[in-house]
């Protein structure tokens, strides 16, 4: 079954199945795809989709408000897996700005772009995981889930974190095609990282990926908690820049936030 979706593509973010993301909508071209899609008989549905590359970038630096809710950010080449998303609006501004959430559903697989104007339209296909029907494939990968379920506990408690948004007893008895994707719910990945686990089909393979991040991560924090103890500099590694928002859309973690805009 292939469908023909308006496509949000996002270069900061990567759509994992189960994930709710909360978006910033101020283009003009993605104002009126969130118009579109919230007037259509397609139950708020849409393509959600991080992105392979820039292609073109934006004309000009945005000075004013008026200049960014009058013209278009930069264009990306969309990723070949993005997820289909339920969107819901939760507050539209007089100026037709949007601060909306999507649900992501399922994963999708990019055919082929129908349309650019007046905003992008993907055709895309549904994808999910083969079953696992060998008797040692299921074996492996529950024991892999074991593994992973004990290793996100330790780092969230390294973390000082408490597991808010899962129990141990509720990961362990999800189906290969969500565990993975609702174990990260608790963990940011590096973009890069986190589309090669999405586009990923094979969820043994997946799962392994997954539990070597979690055992590097949990070793990292062994190793600045020794130093901490030794009352010695944390050995920490490089800081990351930070995120570089889209041209599209601003991402808001928790809450929303708005773009700092100069003054008209």
Known sequence: MTFVLPALSIPCVVPFPGHVVHLHIFEPRYRRLVQDVIQSASHESLLFQGVRKLVTPRRSAWGSITDVLSSNGALYEPAAVGGRGRLSVCKKFGDGRFLVSIEVLERVELIREQCQVPYPRLLCQPRKDPDLTETAEVQAFLQLKKEIVEAALKLLAAQERSNSRGEPG???????????????????????????LLEDFDPIRRSSCLLGWLQESLVAADTRETAADKDLEPSLSPPQPAQKESDNVVVFPGRFRLPPLAPS
């Open 170 to 196: 509720r990961w362990l008895r999800l189906e290969p095609e969500r565990f993975c994707f609702e174990v990260l719910k608790c963990f940011t990945l590096e973009k890069t990282e986190a589309q090669k």
